[in-house]
């Protein structure tokens, strides 16, 4: 088995990608934040076409269908809907030809389980996974080892007047070396259990903390471990952070059975959000656990010149899934969505990383000595 193909883990990380569960579903796309809402429109057109499923799929017997065709089928959807073939630079039909001779009418649920989970991690995508009643695989990097972070150090040794907020997702506060330097940690984009509604009320206290940091001359923006939630979380947030709107993103989406079926590009917009907003110098810091809507929060600051991006990459994790079911009633997600900047650049897979001048990693000893070396870089890339 690959070594990125992780066992035993919940899935239930609030990644920003929108699960569709089945048709029932479908509600959710047309309640999104309207900073999403267009790509969530041209969605529904694709649930029609590939996610109609079946009674008998809901509550399907994994001895009732043969290996072959279970393998078959999870190979042909993909083949079908999955929108990153190109970017990736992968040959569905090679895969195929990889996997398939191990294939047979008498082997065990579980050798077929892990055949198809090796060959989705072909995909390296971390919003593509294969759950069975006795095993879970994520196709990506999501839960490879965490980069050093430690926000309780961060609290302990550079940090003064802190303050939680958000039910815990913002902690924020001023450096004790430099007051006139703010300090704001965004843990993710979701919290507790998610409805339809795409914002939540924690995600209100943004404005409390905006006002707590509003007499520094700059700020220090971590979203470190942001594994991201909800897009109205996100766009409302990122909002006061925005002093000009701005394109910064443009995304396609698949529509049909050809790899190069995708639909017309859907630009996405940050606008300013709320009575105040923060457009001092900010720092922003990064690592490779930031992922899905903590990326499209990345993108958007991005686009504003106030804004530097220091730390390390991102996972690489945009596009918008899927959730699917095999006729044994195993679940899949597929990636049906193509994410660009406002350039055209990709960063599925690769990630977004910080121009060569700001990046910076942080190492175990370092943090383990109590250094944060990305967050001490911040400060000195904002003092400049």
Not at 19 to 45: D, P, T
Not at 97 to 122: G, H, N, P
Not at 333 to 353: F, H, L, P
Request: net charge negative; with cysteine; glycine share 8%.
């Amino acid at each position: 088995m690959k070594k990125n193909n992780i066992r035993h883990l919940q899935k239930s990380d609030g990644s920003c990608s929108k699960v569709l569960k089945y048709a029932g579903n479908l509600k959710a796309l047309c309640r999104c934040n309207r900073l999403f809402h267009a790509v969530h429109i041209v969605l529904i057109s694709i649930c029609l076409c590939f996610c109609t499923v079946s009674c008998s799929f809901l509550g399907g017997n994994e001895d009732d269908y043969t290996p072959g065709l279970i393998f078959e089928q999870l190979w042909n959807n993909y083949n079908k809907t999955y929108a990153l073939f190109d970017v990736k630079g992968i040959d569905w039909n090679a895969v195929h030809e990889k996997y398939a001779s191990s294939i047979s009418d008498t082997m065990s649920s579980r050798k077929l389980f892990d055949v198809c989970a090796d060959m989705l991690c072909e995909l390296d995508d971390s919003h593509v996974y294969l759950q069975a009643p006795f095993d879970y695989c994520n196709a990506g990097g999501r839960f490879t080892a965490a980069e050093p972070f430690s926000l309780s150090l961060i609290q302990s040794r550079y940090l003064e007047d802190i303050h939680t907020a958000g039910n815990g997702m913002f902690t924020y506060g001023h450096l004790k070396s430099d007051h006139s330097i703010g300090y704001v940690y965004i843990a993710g984009f979701s919290y507790g259990r998610t409805t339809l509604e795409q914002q939540q009320g924690w995600a209100e206290d943004i404005d409390t903390v905006i006002a707590a940091v509003s007499d520094t001359d700059s700020l220090i923006l971590d979203v470190r471990g942001n594994r991201g939630g909800l897009e109205g979380n996100v766009s409302y947030i990122a909002g006061r952070f925005t002093g000009k709107a701005a394109v910064y993103a443009v995304t396609r989406t698949k529509n049909g059975p050809s790899q190069t079926d995708f639909s017309g590009s859907v630009e996405l917009t940050i606008s300013p959000q709320g009575a105040v907003q923060y457009c001092k110098p900010v720092a922003l810091i990064t690592n490779k656990q930031t992922i899905s809507g903590g990326e499209y929060f990345v993108l958007a600051l991005r686009s504003q010149s106030n804004v530097i991006h220091t730390g390390s990459r991102t996972a690489g994790a945009f596009s918008l899934s899927l959730e699917r079911v095999l006729p044994n009633g195993w679940r899949y997600a597929v990636s049906v969505q193509k994410v660009t900047d406002a350039s055209g650049v990709c960063y599925e897979g690769s990630g977004i990383a910080p121009v060569a001048s700001y990046m910076c990693e942080n190492t175990e000893d370092g943090v383990a000595s109590g250094t944060d070396a990305q967050l001490e870089r911040a400060v000195s890339f904002l003092k400049q």
